[in-house]
T-cell receptor, first 116, second 110 residues
Framework: DAGVTQSPTHLIKTRGQHVTLRCSPI?????VSWYQQVLGQGPQFIFQ???????GRGNFPDRFSARQFPNYSSELNVNALLLGDSALYLC???????????????FGPGTRLTVL | GEDVEQSLFLSVREGDSSVINCTYT??????LYWYKQEPGAGLQLLTY?????DMKQDQRLTVLLNKKDKHLSLRIADTQTGDSAIYFC??????????FGSGTQLTVLP
C-alpha cells in the first residue's frame, strides 16, 4: 500500500507569491492534518480536516488556508508569502475513527518550501 | 498552552543502549508518541503509549511513562548506526491535535 504522498517535493517562491501544496492520504484514511516544520524545530500544527470539514486550526495567520476533497486528498494554500514561511510542510493522515488508536497519524515525506 | 520539551543532543556508542527523555505539561494528554526523522525525510511513527500505561515494549524499543511527573522516555537497545536520526516526542490532547517537542538528535558512534 502506498503511504501518504505529497507534491511537489521542493518549491522555490518569492515574497508575496502564493503557493499550493498537495497531499494524498493513505487509502482508507479520511482525515488529513498539515504541519509546518521550521529548520531545527519540531512540527507545528496548522490544520486538521475530516470528511471535508475543518476539525482543528493551529495558531497560524489567515494567509494559510486548506481544503479537503471528496476523495480525501487535501490542499494547503499560503498567500502573500513571507521569508519566514520557508519550512518543510508535512501532511499526515489518519483513519479518524472513534478510537484514539485509529487516530494515529502517519506522515508523508513533506514539501520543502523556500521563499526568497 | 501545551509544551513538550526534549534534550537536543545524545551521542552513544554502537551496541550501547540509548535513552531519549521528554517532558510534557498537558495533563489531558491521551496518547504519547515517538517519531523518527532522518535527514531530508518525513516523520516515521516508531511507537506510542496510552496515558494509562506505564511501559510498552516493541522489539528493541521500550517506552516508559511516568504520568505523575509527566515524563516519557524511549530506550533503544543495541543501538546501531542506522538509528542515527532526530527523535520527536509528541503528545495528543483532548482535541486530538499533536504537539511536538523540538527533537533529540541521536548520533551513534562506531
Amino acid at each position: 500500500d502506498a503511504g501518504v504522498t505529497q507534491s511537489p517535493t521542493h518549491l522555490i517562491k518569492t515574497r508575496g507569491q502564493h503557493v499550493t501544496l498537495r497531499c494524498s492520504p493513505i487509502s482508507g484514511h479520511k482525515s488529513v492534518s498539515w504541519y509546518q516544520q521550521v529548520l531545527g524545530q519540531g512540527p507545528q500544527f496548522i490544520f486538521q480536516y475530516y470528511e471535508k470539514e475543518e476539525r482543528g486550526r493551529g495558531n497560524f495567520p489567515d494567509r494559510f488556508s486548506a481544503r479537503q476533497f471528496p476523495n480525501y486528498s487535501s490542499e494547503l494554500n499560503v498567500n502573500a508569502l513571507l521569508l519566514g514561511d520557508s519550512a518543510l510542510y508535512l501532511c499526515a493522515s489518519s483513519l479518524m475513527g472513534n478510537s484514539y488508536i485509529t487516530d494515529t497519524q502517519y506522515f508523508g515525506p513533506g514539501t520543502r518550501l523556500t521563499v526568497l | 498552552g501545551e509544551d513538550v520539551e526534549q534534550s537536543l543532543f545524545l551521542s552513544v556508542r554502537e551496541g550501547d543502549s540509548s535513552v531519549i527523555n521528554c517532558t510534557y505539561t498537558d495533563s489531558s494528554s491521551t496518547y504519547l508518541y515517538w517519531y523518527k526523522q532522518e535527514p531530508g525525510a518525513g516523520l516515521q511513527l516508531l511507537t506510542y503509549i496510552f496515558s494509562n500505561m506505564d511501559m510498552k515494549q516493541d522489539q528493541r524499543l521500550t517506552v516508559l511513562l511516568n504520568k505523575k511527573d509527566k515524563h516519557l522516555s524511549l530506550r533503544i537497545a543495541d543501538t546501531q548506526t542506522g538509528d542515527s536520526a532526530i527523535y520527536f516526542c509528541a503528545e495528543k490532547d483532548s482535541a486530538r491535535q499533536l504537539t511536538f517537542g523540538s527533537g533529540t538528535q541521536l548520533t551513534v558512534l562506531p
